[in-house]
T-cell receptor
């Protein structure tokens, strides 16, 4: 079974702190994603990465950065946390599409990190 | 970003009833996925669909990939209290990045 783990289930930080959220997957997936989830807004893509050291902005990248130094690990960084970044953060991974014409686009999610910024 | 139109937004049903929910898109998709999220947890993949017209079951759950490739349906038969959660549809088009487009979710509550 694919396993995606996130470093913390619950995190409380103060405004202005630098926050690191870590995600690790054990299935050698190429693509990894960071989402935030807020009531009424659904899942919104912050950043994704399709290879080591490669990253692309998602729909809401402002206030966030990411790091992918190793294939299995994708970190989300809040450079200076603000109260409007209080949210549930979800990491996901998927293998590259297109093996013999078949696409596998199933994303596997971690358990989430509930971040509260005071 | 683009989102899918998922309905209904919420459902409150009696145990034993059947449930139907659907997603529609203005774009054609090559993959449709259905996830379930329980409170405080990450979404878990229930069913993956890869071909137009495909009908796939997972226990009491059945999902279909619409013929037009712009919609998908999820049915749950004989609901039980542990079916409670948020159900999300997700679609993938032609990009090679693996990015998914998600529906807003259907919140299901089941009364014993």
């Amino acid at each position: 079974d694919v396993k995606v783990t996130q470093s913390s289930r619950y995190l409380v930080k103060r405004t202005g702190e630098k926050v690191f959220l870590e995600c690790v997957q054990d299935m050698d997936h190429e693509n990894m994603f960071w989402y935030r989830q807020d009531p009424g807004l659904g899942l919104r893509l912050i950043y994704f990465s399709y290879d080591v050291k490669m990253k692309e902005k998602g729909d809401i990248p402002e206030g966030y950065s990411v790091s992918r130094e190793k294939k299995e690990r994708f970190s989300l960084i809040l450079e200076s946390a603000s109260t409007n970044q209080t949210s549930m953060y979800l990491c996901a991974s998927t293998r590259l599409a297109g093996v013999f014409g078949v696409s596998y686009n199933e994303q596997f999610f971690g358990p989430g990190t509930r971040l509260t910024v005071l | 970003g683009q989102q899918l139109n998922q309905s209904p937004q919420s459902m409150f049903i009696q145990e034993g009833e059947d449930v139907s929910m659907n997603c529609t898109s203005s774009s054609i998709f090559n993959t449709w996925l259905w996830y379930k999220q329980e409170p405080g947890e990450g979404p878990v993949l229930l069913i993956a669909l890869y071909k137009a017209g495909e009908l796939t079951s997972n226990g009491r759950l059945t999902a279909q990939f619409g013929i037009t490739r712009k919609d998908s349906f999820l049915n749950i038969s004989a609901s039980i209290p542990s079916d409670v959660g948020i159900y999300f549809c997700a679609g993938h088009g032609s990009s090679n990045t693996g990015k998914l487009i998600f529906g807003q979710g259907t919140t299901l509550q089941v009364k014993p």
